[in-house]
């Protein structure tokens, strides 16, 4: 029977106004940002016209204007960088703000050095010094840090570029090759061998290559990072180069050669984007928006248009609890939180079934205890949800509604065992299918009502499921053979077996099936959380 005062069939979840106030602004300074990052591109172009004038006849006058315009292209790139650092320091970004940053980020750094390498050909000159051939080759555009599977190309590809000064006019590239380079002096894995391609044909008209990476070797757990390199043939200051450019390192990646090393290969690569090498605390919207980055890429969703993220409810859940709400995040605190979390999201990437249930909302998550039974406290008996367990990491706990009188029975909890799920064959849903006592599951909703994603971070909104409408196309498929003539249907017991069932399971057995299936269990998992 539905208890009296129960709520709607739909529980929604906003922001504050203040709040959502606080990400429409967070969301158009990334638009603001976005459009002064295109606009500079511009202005770039322009620079390189005017200065190749100069560099045919060059005069003071045209020198002092280049001049004053390099120094404020870079004032103003330099100041784009550090605003685009203070908005992830201080917000928790609506998620598809995330890669517009990142990808932001990438390109006004290429801008500054391209701005350089025009201040550099423009003071040689002013210097007397003999003609040069100005060029860098740098990346452009890199999907690291992550973790990659060996023997899988990366979907998203690596671009390498090379800029050249006003005054260098290029006559032919080769082609560009990518080497590993360990942090470490570790010596086996991936070596040049074993990346593939190798090399990319160079584009002379944009003067780029572009990578999609393959690895055919594991990296045992450590980071790597890729250089690029080219030969290229140019004409600067009236005569002939030929030089060859090297790269900056990428961001750094680790190979895996089986999904039990994703868990320590993510966690490092979050450990270093957070902290770098000189390991000081960062602070909390800095952690956030990394770890909501790693979650999305982790769980295979667009990092554009994600369906399931880490809400601002979920992320002020995990900074009390794990982070005692402190201002910044040092190593040790996180290396106490992924120690919960890698274990949890190991399962939710690779456990069969468990990841399209999460994207969905059959699993909840981020809840403790004392919000999931506030959640089901005025439910229909037999309405569940799943969610990520306190004390177990990599384990889910169960919260469910009964007909017992009294909050405290009307809620119970039940830890999922990994007996309870034994891999392919009796999974997370076949498990929750089994139990009569479960009939309706709590979805957890996330709402997509704009570009920004602004109700994405919101909250989560909650409704009733049918259990079976839910997981019934997840349910393991049975073989069972139909009745063949000649043969029995099952092993029939002996005649002394009867009774010794009969008493085993007699109406006051607590192993009634009759009863609570979890009862049994329930003493002992009590105050699991």
Not at 412 to 436: M, Q, S, V, W
Not at 468 to 496: E, T
């Amino acid at each position: 029977m539905h208890r009296q005062g129960s709520a709607p069939s739909l529980i929604t979840a906003s922001l504050p106004p203040e709040l959502l106030q606080r990400y429409e602004h967070a969301a158009a300074m990334v638009d603001e940002l976005a459009q002064l990052g295109y606009d500079e591109q511009s202005n770039l172009e322009k620079i390189r016209s005017v200065q190749k004038q100069f560099l045919a006849n060059p005069n003071k006058e045209d020198y002092d204007v280049l001049y004053q315009q390099h120094v404020q292209v870079k004032e103003r790139v330099d100041s784009e960088l550090r605003a685009i650092d203070e908005l992830c320091a201080h917000v928790v970004l609506p998620p598809p703000c995330i890669p517009r940053l990142d990808a932001l980020r990438q390109l006004v750094a290429v801008q500054l050095q391209q701005i350089e390498l025009f201040h550099r050909e423009l003071t040689a000159v002013a210097q007397g010094a003999p003609p040069q051939c100005h060029a860098v080759l740098v990346v452009h555009t890199q999907p690291f840090p992550m973790v990659v599977s060996k023997g899988k190309r990366l979907e998203d590809e690596v671009v390498v570029r090379v800029l050249t000064g006003a005054g260098v006019t290029l006559h032919s590239l080769s082609d560009m090759t990518a080497s590993a380079v360990w942090d470490s002096h570790q010596t086996k894995g991936v070596t040049q061998s074993s990346i593939a391609p190798q090399s990319e044909p160079c584009d002379l008209y944009d003067c780029s290559a572009k990578f999609h990476v393959r690895f055919d070797n594991g990296t045992r757990k450590q980071p790597i990072s890729l250089q690029f390199s080219v030969q290229l043939e140019a004409t600067a200051g009236g005569q002939r180069h030929s030089m060859r450019l090297e790269s900056g390192l990428t961001e750094p990646f680790i190979v895996i050669t089986n999904e039990c090393q994703w868990e320590e290969g993510e966690g490092t690569l979050l450990r270093r984007a957070c902290f770098r090498e000189n390991m000081e605390p960062v602070p909390w919207c800095v952690f956030a928006n990394l770890l909501q980055k790693h979650v999305i890429r982790g769980t295979r969703q667009d990092p554009s248009r994600p369906s399931r993220c880490i809400t601002l409810g979920e992320f002020e859940y995990m900074h009390a609890r794990m982070f005692s709400a402190n201002e910044r995040v040092t190593p040790n605190q996180y290396d106490a939180f992924w120690n919960w979390f890698g274990k949890t999201f190991q399962k939710v990437r690779y456990q069969r079934h468990v990841l399209p249930l999460w994207i969905a909302g059959h699993i909840h998550g981020f809840v403790s205890r004392e919000q999931a039974t506030d959640l089901l406290a005025r439910e229909h008996a037999g309405t569940f949800l799943v969610r990520f367990s306190e004390r177990n990491p990599g384990l889910f706990a169960l919260a469910y509604s009964t007909d017992e009188g009294g909050a405290e029975q009307h809620v119970r909890h039940y830890l999922i065992r990994p007996t309870d799920t034994n891999g392919a064959k009796r999974t997370l849903p076949d498990f929750l299918g089994e139990h009569p006592t479960l009939s309706t599951t709590l979805r957890a909703v996330q709402e997509r009502g704009d570009a920004a994603g602004l109700d994405l971070i919101a909250g989560l909104s909650y409704r009733r499921v049918p259990k079976d409408d839910a997981l019934s196309r997840f349910y393991s498929k049975k073989d069972d053979l139909k009745h063949v003539n000649g043969y029995d249907d099952d092993i029939a017991p002996p005649a002394s077996a009867h009774a010794h069932t009969q008493a085993h399971f007699s109406p006051t057995s607590p192993f009634s099936p009759s009863s609570d299936p979890f009862a049994a269990s329930y003493d002992d998992y009590m105050n699991a959380e």
